[in-house]
């Protein structure tokens, strides 16, 4: 390879990757979380960083006047619509602002940071989804004009590349989508969901960050933090507590251990600490021993997230 970075050339043979999701809500201030990535990196950890976005570009459309729509799924899992306008700010926000926002930060810690957005070099990839089905007054309907889709590959080579020069990418939706023909459309994905794919592609821990502690068994109770899954019982007992956001980032759990990372963390973003601390136990862990015997293709992957 000819890449200048400045890393240390590869993780410790005996500690996987580490793939940090951090939101983009207000809530939650990336901070430590900037300050963890430099320091893990710093002691030989690879680690990839995926974010989301979603306030921003509310904003983002709310500034150019257009009023930002979210759509319940078939399977009940809200999301947002993304038409063609909303797509071009969408873009904007995440791939450009943010992104690059992001990405100054963590050069700006020490850290050589490389900003990507899932189109590029086919990074994150998947069919255009341009018509989705949805629920609206109770009725089944199908909405035409869509510009999202489900991430069915990573470029998993391109991460290693970079991560074995020194480089620790920051990756953003918009992915590659395939609209069939050979053409490739920018569409929104879920950044959770990006997340868990980039962590089962390499093998990585996945830490998802997020404005509370983990999943409580009782949602309006903080004091019920579930500490952790390893069976399939325990996962359930996750699944059938988690609401609203949290039941994304459970699925996105699911589907990063059913692709091959070893485990999830469901944590704080806001602790001083907070990547060091979830991968100490903080927040709520689920192992790959909780999928039980399911194989990749019988993990539940929900419905269509915009």
């Keep these: 390879m000819s890449g200048t970075g400045s890393g240390?050339?590869?993780?410790?043979?005996?500690?996987?990757?580490?793939?940090?999701?951090?939101?983009?809500?207000?809530?939650?201030?990336?901070?430590?979380?900037?300050?963890?990535?430099?320091?893990?990196?710093?002691?030989?950890?690879?680690?990839?960083?995926?974010?989301?976005?979603?306030?921003?570009?509310?904003?983002?459309?709310?500034?150019?006047?257009?009023?930002?729509?979210?759509?319940?799924?078939?399977?009940?899992?809200?999301?947002?619509?993304?038409?063609?306008?909303?797509m071009e700010a969408f873009s904007m926000a995440m791939a450009g602002k943010l992104n690059t926002e992001l990405t100054a930060r963590f050069r700006s810690a020490g850290v050589d940071a490389v900003g990507l957005s899932g189109v590029d070099g086919g990074?994150?990839?998947?069919?255009?989804?341009?018509?989705?089905?949805?629920?609206?007054?109770?009725?089944?309907?199908?909405?035409?004009?869509?510009?999202?889709?489900?991430?069915?590959?990573?470029?998993?080579?391109l991460l290693a590349a970079l991560l074995t020069d020194g480089y620790t990418p920051v990756v953003s939706p918009p992915t590659a989508g395939d609209e069939g023909d050979g053409e490739v459309t920018p569409v929104n994905a879920d950044a959770d969901r990006a997340a868990a794919a980039v962590a089962g592609a390499l093998g990585a821990d996945l830490v998802?960050?997020?404005?509370?502690?983990?999943?409580?068994?009782?949602?309006?109770?903080?004091?019920?933090?579930?500490?952790?899954?390893?069976?399939?019982?325990?996962?359930?007992?996750?699944?059938?507590?988690?609401?609203?956001?949290?039941g994304k980032k459970v699925m996105a759990a699911r589907e990063a251990l059913s692709g091959g990372s070893g485990r999830v963390v469901i944590?704080?973003?806001n602790l001083r600490d907070p990547v060091v601390a979830a991968l100490g136990g903080a927040g709520t862990t689920i192992g790959r021993s909780a999928l039980g015997g399911e194989s990749e293709s019988d993990a539940e992957t929900g419905g269509e997230i915009a």
Excluded: Q, W
């Design 8 to 86: 240390t050339g590869g993780a410790p043979a005996d500690e996987p990757p580490i793939v940090v999701k951090v939101g983009g809500a207000k809530a939650v201030d990336p901070v430590g979380t900037v300050g963890d990535v430099a320091h893990l990196v710093a002691n030989g950890r690879e680690v990839v960083v995926v974010h989301g976005g979603s306030t921003v570009v509310d904003e983002t459309l709310e500034r150019l006047g257009i009023e930002p729509e979210y759509v319940e799924s078939a399977s009940g899992v809200a999301g947002r619509f993304t038409d063609a306008e909303t």
């Design 267 to 269: 944590a704080d973003a």
């Design 123 to 157: 990074l994150l990839s998947g069919a255009r989804k341009s018509a989705v089905r949805v629920v609206e007054d109770d009725k089944r309907k199908i909405r035409r004009g869509d510009h999202s889709g489900r991430i069915e590959s990573v470029n998993a080579a």
């Design 208 to 246: 998802l960050l997020t404005d509370v502690s983990g999943v409580y068994a009782d949602p309006d109770d903080p004091e019920t933090l579930i500490d952790a899954a390893a069976t399939p019982d325990e996962l359930a007992a996750v699944e059938d507590a988690a609401e609203g956001f949290m």
